[in-house]
């Protein structure tokens, strides 16, 4: 089966110490998952050694960086490269998150460079793609989406794209509480995999877990993960909430 993932992006939220005592609430649920099920955190750079050793010794739950730079070291005051990420241990990467395409000016072609340097580290990229309303409004939202894959990722070999994880993010449905419905989400996932298939062919595309991200809650969790093309979720505010996240890692097929 596909890898199924809860991955929580915490933004820029909590303290180290609101940081440490949610994981340690969530780990203290001892949620045991399956082989092929992850749960991963995506938390602020300063965080990212204190949430590796915490996840540590759980099985199949990891410590993923929020971000990294689109290049390699030198004078970027304020960056973190993904070799810094790698000496760290950390084996995920969220990159092309909308909030930093919009306020940080990301674009497809800066993100194509930050995929390639995270898999010449060793880190997977989650890496996110979604519409704004405006495109959803016009139902041009497709091409939209497939022009982000084609931009970011289709330079990639086949054997590296087949280890990404996508997370689809429409971004009218982020930190909203608007989520799109059952249909939406299951529609343009299969679209999005139809897309990877026709340029690398049936079986990459079936090997790479699609999320959905947007208002994920622990009550829409499980229907959403239903979907056959919905391959978990890439969960913002709630997953902020100790018992709210439980509920979504436990609601992964
Ligand atoms: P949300 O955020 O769950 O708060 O909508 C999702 C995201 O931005 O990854």
């Not at 793609?129 to 289709?154: H, M, W």
Request: hydrophobic share 40%; charged share 20%.
């Amino acid at each position: 089966m596909r890898k199924q993932i809860a991955a929580a992006n915490w933004k820029m939220n909590c303290t180290f110490q609101q940081g440490e005592k949610l994981l340690d609430d969530i780990l203290s649920a001892e949620i045991e998952l399956a082989s092929h099920q992850l749960a991963i955190f995506a938390v602020p750079y300063p965080y990212l050694l204190m949430t590796r050793s915490e996840v540590e010794e759980e099985q199949n739950y990891y410590v993923a960086a929020q971000n990294c730079h689109d290049k390699k070291f030198g004078a970027y005051t304020g960056e973190v490269s993904a070799a810094m990420l790698h000496s760290m241990n950390v084996n995920y990467c969220v990159i092309g998150h909308s909030e930093r395409r919009e306020y940080n000016g990301e674009t497809n072609a800066m993100l194509a460079d930050k995929v390639n340097l995270c898999f010449e580290n060793f880190i997977t990229p989650l890496f996110c793609c979604g519409e704004p309303l405006n495109i959803r409004e016009a139902g041009t939202q497709n091409d939209y989406v497939a022009v982000q894959l084609k931009e970011s990722l289709f330079h990639l070999p086949a054997d590296k794209i087949k280890n990404i994880v996508i997370a689809y993010e429409p971004i009218w449905a982020i930190g909203t509480g608007k989520t799109a419905s059952t249909e939406q989400a299951q529609e343009i996932h299969q679209y999005l995999r139809s897309v990877i298939a026709g340029q690398y062919g049936e079986a990459v595309a079936n090997e790479i877990p699609i999320l959905y991200g947007g208002s994920v809650k622990a009550n829409n969790a499980k229907e959403l993960f239903s979907c056959a093309d919905v391959d978990g979720g890439l969960v913002g505010g709630a997953s902020l909430v100790a018992a709210d996240f439980i509920e979504i890692i436990k609601a992964l097929k």
